[in-house]
């Protein structure tokens, strides 16, 4: 009886444990890097290894744009009017926690100047 009650406790730190350790940072550019693991590819992939955008990909620029306006895209593409098919399954993909990490770490990196759009 005193195991069963021992088991939530344990899956209660390790949960509060996860959530901290993503509020630190680094998940956000994990995410960029090596995508989210759970259908969220790495942002480079598309948008060049710098995140400076790809001309060949015609991708914009995400290095140094604002937090808030990559969350509005992200929100937009998944959203009803989202008309990009590349976009909607990546930002689908992305629980608001990682939209969040990946905006405050794109626009934490110093704009590169891509390609306009
Ligand atoms: C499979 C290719 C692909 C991947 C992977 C990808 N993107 Fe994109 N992304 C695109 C394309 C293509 C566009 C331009 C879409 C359009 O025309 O609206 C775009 C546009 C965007 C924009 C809009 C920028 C602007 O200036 O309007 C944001 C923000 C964005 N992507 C964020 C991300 C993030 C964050 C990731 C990684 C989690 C990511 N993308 C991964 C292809 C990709």
């Not at 306006?69 to 590349?86: C, D, K, T």
């Not at 992305?94 to 969040?100: A, F, M, T, V, Y």
């Amino acid at each position: 009886m005193r195991d069963l009650l021992v088991l939530p406790v344990l899956v209660g730190s390790f949960l509060a444990l996860g959530s901290a350790v993503a509020n630190m940072g680094p998940i956000g550019s994990q995410i960029a890097h090596n995508g989210n693991g759970h259908g969220a590819p790495a942002c480079i992939a598309c948008h060049g290894e710098q995140l400076e955008g790809d001309a060949v990909l015609k991708t914009p620029a995400l290095a140094g744009l604002p937090a808030e306006f990559i969350l509005s895209r992200l929100a937009h593409y998944s959203g009803p009017q989202g008309h990009n098919a590349m976009m909607r399954q990546v930002a689908t993909a992305l629980g608001s926690d990682e939209r969040q990490a990946v905006a405050a770490y794109l626009a934490s990196l110093t704009a590169i100047g891509g390609p306009p759009h």
